[in-house]
């Protein structure tokens, strides 16, 4: 929360941005009043500048009154060289992996100390996904999350492994015990997680590399990894060399 943007220095610019980082993925729909207070800005203020918000197209209103993050956001979001590089060169590789495994297939890089997932294929089975194009996921509960704290810098992983927080039963959360899972991650080329995120869901990623760096990770979510891991593990791999050749 921004709590100095309602100072008399602060610009226009500036609180409308606040009232925009007021969202996040706990806080999806806000009333007026929790706009401003979590933007710390007088409501009045908050008013006029979401009316702006509103005509131009970053906000929306619904029909009980809230306010939703707007079409015209998403649409801006797309243009990002994160999104239109990496998830357009990766398509035809995720229908592939689809194809083969008819698994749900996930495409994502690391924001910071979270998973940013850019692009989704649903599977066939019915296994409990919480992840969505656009959300944000905690790195040590996810497959694709461990794959990219694996490759991280220790800075960000130090600062994961500082708030490692219990999704289910079985999320990891003893930082000892992430440590090893990262370093196997670095030796065995993948990483699993086994109903860490949702209960019901196993997943299994690999990294994708551009010139040696790992710049995303492409992961699949499906019931059990007991029978099938060498060969989605195979599979994930032919897709993540084939992206990382294109994006070369």
């Known amino acids: 929360?921004?709590?100095?943007?309602?100072?008399?220095g602060a610009s226009v610019t500036s609180r409308a941005l606040a009232l925009l980082g007021a969202f996040d993925e706990r806080h999806r729909r806000l009333t007026l009043s929790q706009l401003a207070g979590r933007a710390g800005l007088p409501v009045a203020t908050a008013h006029r500048l979401v009316a702006e918000l509103v005509a131009w197209g970053a906000l929306a209103r619904t029909g009980?009154?809230?306010?939703?993050?707007?079409?015209?956001?998403w649409d801006l979001g797309l243009l990002a060289p994160v999104q239109t590089g990496?998830?357009?060169?990766?398509?035809?590789?995720?229908?592939?992996?689809?194809?083969t495994t008819l698994a749900t297939v996930h495409l994502a890089v690391r924001d910071r100390v979270e998973v940013l997932y850019l692009d989704r294929l649903s599977g066939h089975a019915s296994v409990p996904v919480v992840s969505r194009i656009g959300s944000r996921l905690p790195l040590h509960a996810t497959g694709?999350?461990?794959?990219?704290?694996a490759h991280a810098p220790a800075p960000v992983q130090e600062q994961a492994l500082a708030r490692l927080t219990r999704v289910t039963?079985?999320?990891v959360t003893q930082p000892g015990l992430l440590r090893r899972q990262l370093a196997r991650v670095l030796r065995e080329g993948y990483a699993t997680t086994v109903e860490e995120m949702s209960l019901g869901a196993c997943s299994v990623a690999v990294p994708i590399r551009q010139d040696e760096e790992v710049v995303a990770a492409l992961g699949i979510v499906v019931p059990s990894l007991k029978k099938d891991r060498p060969r989605l593990v195979a599979a994930l791999q032919v897709a993540a060399q084939g992206v990382g050749r294109s994006l070369g």
């Open 1 to 8: 929360m921004a709590g100095n943007s309602g100072s008399p």
């Open 169 to 171: 039963p079985y999320t």
């Open 144 to 149: 694709v999350g461990k794959v990219l704290l």
């Open 86 to 99: 990496l998830r357009q060169v990766a398509s035809p590789f995720l229908h592939d992996l689809y194809g």
């Open 64 to 73: 009980s009154g809230e306010y939703v993050v707007g079409r015209r956001l």
